[in-house]
């Protein structure tokens, strides 16, 4: 199969070859489709119903971020980092502060930290919420996405108090934080993850042991650890894998070394591990949730920053563990106002490149399961 | 006229046998236009039940809480525009859904509402319908080939794979059920002590009948064997009608929409009615053989049921049953009253609330009604039949809001290799106990 | 397999658990649905909806000293305004101020340059128009805000 351009595909075939002797079929899962979870064009190479190879045809959604952010000055471009990982717009938006801050040599005071931390995680389970309920429906579980988006209500609606915006949050700033928490604010987060734990044995109790959940996830898109480390992919894929990398523990950011909270790490790599290792990862944010509310200090939420953000020139790579995986940000800085350039290194961008190697060898209603359990947001494959 | 009528009532037969054409026709049209109200019913049921599953509300803007959406989508789906694919085989996608429909219609000349309340009992009635039923498999390879477009091929001839294997298990489940009927014993584990005797019967009439002479539901027979031969069954016309988990063929996620893709408005309606009224067919088999047909819990049994006033001159208790349906219609009108009162007074609702309070009226007018003596001593076995059929119907919409899906390779494992020995044992235990005791 | 995983295979237990789950859910409390426009939702009060300029509640002036601020921090470009000095008070004034709302991403940075409590983000969201020209919305839109229509039925 060759590549007559982006768009076609040519199968060669021998002389007198005809249409019934060929045993190959390609297949298109166009951009426009239920369950590529984004304009995502995945073209399958088919023999029957085995998958013998894919092809991803990306940039549907490509929304030149990194361009605009040359034409910005540092505080103007930080709405825009939301848009691109548009299910966990906090995260981005920490990234991206963290990054500018090392530039700018300024630390957020421990209070914003706290904040940013709680922030953070509860779009953590925004984010899961999202990737369990379509993944879910990908499979045939009508149900929880219903249940799931239930609960990421709950959440949205306390960033919504807290920033004024449910999806695109604009929550931190350069130095800290600029919203103040508002009258209640820990009585509710404390009161969501109350009513949070109980409905996560919920999810549980309706997929976890259920035979025909098991048998659509379990040795599913394997993909091993040694695997894993050679593509770059990082996240609750990288852990199902077996492998134990989590940035908050190997490079602690924004006071994460100060929260007690375990790595779920899966043993096989398949779809059912990673699986449970997002739901254990919902149980160790709502822990980290509790514990920074408990401990919220006082003071001031805003570091000394200067009106005209000028950083020195340099350049800065700095990476969160975004709920997708390893997000980064890789700033160049010419002295100037705005910057030279900014690099974002997408997770799902790169957790998508295994889909190839996930895929090889299975059946087609599998790949749109491996898909959904990537758990990819084509906003940040393309930005 | 009067006297034509009441000498009809009394008849011992159903018009079918009985050779009366005009009486066929008009239980024909009734079972007919029956069939298409609970079709009708089945709709807004299934997305206001999946909806309350789904912690949503459903359908309620259209009539209050969504009662006129059925008919809603009937008038869009009636206006449609007719498109038929380029290159497609015209008669062959003309005749397809219409193939399919006669098929699941057909299915209803022998279920039995009644002792006599039937089009006609054959005696090969339960051979017939999964006969008839079968035959609806030709229309969804008719439906995908017609569409000259590789998704549809695809899902029809998965679709038709899928449903040829589960006939069998099916069919086996269905022969162990009719074994019972040739033991006309009494009770839970009885058999006749002479078995030459006695017959068993392939008739739906006749299978009830036998399960009212045993005393007790096929379900319960044998037990545990009743229940499996049960079971297996329940899961393969799941998995026959193409309902979850077994809708791979109409996924959306990867198969946009099967055999019926190409098909919009109307022609796409006829499948769907076809849909709806195979499972309503399929619930009556599962009900009429394992469930005991129209039989109430715990009938009295007072020999062989063929007079119906006769068999309703009960005690008390059978007294109690019988207002049962005049209790749920008033039941029913209950809730549209609790409905009525709890709508929002705004002026933008008042002719919703209207609406709803005068189909409650309707409903209260109807249990009334139901109360009138001649007319309670005959619907009971209508009753407790559509009672039976309805908590099918609400289980298949209780599975679809629960389980994942299962993959094509999957389902045809669960097929061949689990449900087909399980059916095979059970039949082979059901003849060697109706032997051995 | 072990006996009670056998068990729980053949009776189909996990089944039954999760039809338990969705069966509880039909609870009617337990219905999320808002069923707008009859329920409307209660917004936040930080919540970034429409531009509003607030006039100062006993005189009438507005509050906006013409500082240009909100324009300059516009990551977009999309605030326009005019200003003159007046002879009297030698205080700038506004004169014009026009708002484009085409690519506005409501992200409440002009809000956040605002050293008086002029330019404010309120808590409309009802704002869908049938044409564009609405979408660049004068002083005196910003002052009375969206005045959407109001159906009777």
């Known amino acids: ?383 | ?437 | 397999m072990s006996l009670g995983p056998l068990l729980r295979k053949i009776f189909f237990v996990d089944l039954f658990k999760g039809m338990a789950v969705t069966f509880k859910a039909q609870h009617p409390d337990a219905c999320m649905t808002e069923q707008y426009p009859l329920e409307r939702p209660v917004i936040a009060e930080r919540y970034r909806g429409l531009h509003r300029l607030n006039v100062d509640p006993d005189t009438g002036q507005s509050l906006c000293i013409a500082c240009d601020l909100c324009a300059l921090a516009c990551p977009e470009k999309l605030i326009s305004m005019t200003s003159e000095r007046d002879p009297n008070t030698k205080k700038k004034v506004m004169l014009t101020y026009n708002l484009d709302l085409s690519r506005c991403m409501f992200c409440g940075l002009c809000e956040d340059a605002c050293p008086t409590d002029c330019l404010e983000l309120s808590q409309d969201y009802e704002y869908a128009l049938y044409s564009r020209d609405g979408l660049v919305l004068d002083r005196e839109r910003l002052e009375k805000g969206p005045e959407p229509t109001v159906y009777l039925r």
């Open chain 2, 1 to 437: 006229m009067l006297e034509y009528l009441r000498s009809y009532m009394s008849q011992p037969v159903t018009p079918g046998e009985a050779g009366n054409f005009l009486w066929a026709t008009i239980y024909i049209l009734l079972v007919v236009a029956g069939v298409s109200l609970a079709v009708l019913f089945m709709n807004w049921a299934e997305r206001k039940a999946l909806a309350h599953m789904q912690i949503r509300l459903g359908p309620m803007r259209v009539g209050p809480h969504g009662l006129l959406q059925p008919i809603a989508d009937a008038v869009k789906l009636l206006t449609k525009e007719d498109i038929v694919p380029v290159g497609a085989d015209k008669l062959v996608f003309y005749l397809a859904p219409v193939l399919v429909v006669i098929t699941a219609w057909t299915v209803f000349l022998v279920v039995p509402f009644g002792p006599t309340y039937a089009v006609t009992d054959m005696n090969i009635g339960i051979l017939f319908m999964l006969g008839v039923s079968s035959l609806g498999v030709l229309g969804i390879v008719m439906a995908g080939w017609a569409s000259n477009s590789h998704y549809p091929l695809l899902g029809s001839l998965r679709s038709s794979a899928q449903m040829v294997s589960y006939e069998v298990a099916m069919g086996l489940a269905i022969v162990s059920a009719v074994m019972m009927t040739a033991l006309d014993g009494h009770g839970l584990y009885g058999v006749a002590a002479n078995h030459l005797e006695t017959s068993g019967t392939l008739s739906m009439i006749g299978i009830v009948n036998s399960q009212a002479e045993q005393g007790t539901w096929f379900i319960f027979k044998f037990f545990p064997l009743g229940l499996i031969a049960f079971v297996v069954f329940a899961i393969a016309m799941i998995a026959e009608t193409n309902r979850a988990p077994f809708d791979l063929p109409e996924a959306e996620s990867e198969l946009v929409a099967g055999f019926h893709t190409e098909y919009s408005g109307f022609r796409w309606s006829l499948f769907f009615l076809a849909e709806y009224s195979a499972m309503v067919a399929v619930s009556s088999i599962a009900v009429t053989l394992w469930l005991g047909g129209w039989l109430r819990p715990f009938a009295s049994v007072h020999g062989p049921q063929i007079t119906i006033p006769g068999y309703w001159q009960g005690g008390a208790l059978d007294f109690a049953f019988s207002l049962l349906p005049a209790l749920t219609f008033f039941l029913l009108a209950g809730f549209c009253f609790i409905g009525f009162v709890r709508m929002p007074k705004l002026p933008a609702l008042r002719l919703q609330t209207l609406g709803l309070g005068a189909f409650g009226a309707v409903l209260a007018l109807v249990a009334l009604f139901l109360l009138v003596p001649a007319v309670r001593d005959r619907v009971q076995p209508i009753y407790w039949f559509v009672v039976k059929v309805s908590v099918f119907m609400y289980l298949y919409i209780w599975y679809r809001g629960t389980f994942p899906r299962y993959r094509f390779d999957q389902l045809m494992k669960v097929g061949w290799k689990v449900l087909l020995p399980i059916a095979i044992g059970v039949l082979v235990a059901t003849a060697v106990l109706g032997v051995a005791l």
């Open chain 1, 1 to 383: 199969m060759t590549k007559g351009n982006a768009y076609t595909y040519h199968i060669e075939r021998k002389a007198d070859e005809t249409f019934l002797d060929s045993t190959e079929l390609i297949l298109n899962m166009g951009p426009q489709h239920p369950s590529t979870h984004g304009v995502l064009r995945v073209v399958l190479k088919l023999d029957g119903e085995k998958v013998l190879g894919t092809d991803c045809v990306i940039g549907y959604l490509h929304r030149g971020v990194e361009k605009i952010a040359e034409n910005r000055t540092y505080a103007m471009f930080n709405p825009y980092v939301d848009r691109m990982d548009y299910t966990a717009a906090v995260s981005n938006g920490l990234g991206y502060c963290l990054a500018v801050e090392k530039l700018l040599n300024v630390e957020a005071p421990p209070r914003a930290q706290f904040i940013r931390v709680i922030l953070t995680e509860l779009n953590r389970l925004a984010s899961h919420q999202v990737w369990l309920g379509t993944h879910a429906l990908d499979i045939g579980a009508l149900t929880p996405l219903f249940y799931a988006f239930r609960d990421r209500e709950e959440i949205l609606k306390i960033f919504e108090k807290y920033c004024g915006a449910r999806l695109t949050t604009h929550a931190f700033r350069i130095g800290g934080c600029i919203y103040e928490a508002y009258e209640g604010f820990e009585k509710e987060v404390t009161d969501f993850c109350n009513k949070f734990e109980p409905k996560i044995d919920e999810y549980e109790e309706l997929l976890t042991t259920n035979r025909i959940w098991v048998e659509r996830t379990k040795g599913v898109g394997i993909l091993s650890g040694q695997e894993c480390i050679e593509l770059g992919v990082t996240g609750p894929v990288l852990r199902a894998s077996g492998v134990k990398w989590d940035l908050r523990k190997a490079q602690p950011y924004s006071g994460y070394d100060k929260f007690d909270f375990d790595i779920p790490v899966g043993a096989n790599g398949d779809t059912y591990d990673r699986y449970l290792v997002r739901i254990a990862e919902l149980r160790q944010s709502v822990r980290i949730i509790r514990q920074a509310v408990a401990g919220i200090p006082e003071g001031p939420i805003m570091a000394k920053v200067p009106k005209v953000i000028k950083p020195p020139a340099g350049e800065v790579y700095v990476s969160i563990e975004a709920p997708k995986g390893e997000l980064g940000y890789f700033i160049v800085s010419d002295g100037s106002t705005q910057p030279y350039r900014v690099r974002v290194r997408p997770p799902s961008f790169v957790n998508l490149q295994a889909l190839d190697k996930m895929v090889r060898g299975q059946l087609v209603a599998d790949v749109v399961a491996v898909i959904g359990t990537l758990d990819i947001v084509l906003g940040e494959v393309d930005r």
